[in-house]
């Protein structure tokens, strides 16, 4: 079989229905942190998605007119996300300056330095357990979403490149990799719940979800 190239939409188009949606996963969210609502958690699920079928289109649609380039996906991904990034970043570390601990203010570092380095959940992985600072002394514990992202965008284009060029159908390597993930989640929620919750492993096929899609 040959690969399917064909994205969804062009790149320019505007789609209000994602937008949407990207309201309501704001709002679950800020219920879920502000107001305990349960469930409310699943609006990062639904970022996940999204940006999968965003991303995935995009490089589809590069891959259909010739025009791949990873270095030109990391160079937008860079200025989507840098300046925003440096912003956050900085306002976090002079407000912490006035407000956190000398110890808190230590760990604060190298969780800035992990979520400038897009390994954010990496490290928060690490640092669960027993002796684990609660989440209210972790101002940039949501950082851990982008790092699952970023690291996704690593991989994602050169596996798609990868698939293009041996001209094997895209959709079942997307569809694939997309179960292989979830098993793998549900597999390992009951042994190590923050593995499954922390690892890019666990959470592929929510972005992987959005690319079938794509």
Known sequence: MTSDVSPPVASGDYRPDID?????????VVCFHAFGVR????GVDVFFVISG????????????????????????RVRRIFPALTVVLLATLVAAWFLLWSDELQQLGKHTAAGAGFVA???????????????????????????????FYIVW????????RSRLPIAWVTLLLCVASFVWNVVQLP???????????????????????A
């Open 20 to 28: 949407g949606l990207r309201a309501l996963a704001v709002v679950a």
């Open 39 to 42: 469930g409310g958690f699943v």
């Open 53 to 76: 079928y965003l991303i995935t289109g995009i490089l589809l649609r590069d891959l259909s007119l010739g025009r791949f380039s990873i270095a030109r996906f990391y160079a937008r």
């Open 121 to 151: 959940n990496l490290m928060y992985w690490n640092e669960a357990g027993y002796f684990d600072r609660a989440s209210e002394a972790k101002p940039l514990l949501h950082l851990w979403s982008l790092g699952i992202e970023e690291q």
């Open 157 to 164: 284009p050169l596996l798609l490149w990868l698939a293009a």
């Open 191 to 213: 042994h190590d719940p923050t593995a499954a919750f922390y690892s890019p492993l666990g959470r592929a096929w929510e972005l992987l979800a959005g690319a079938a899609v």
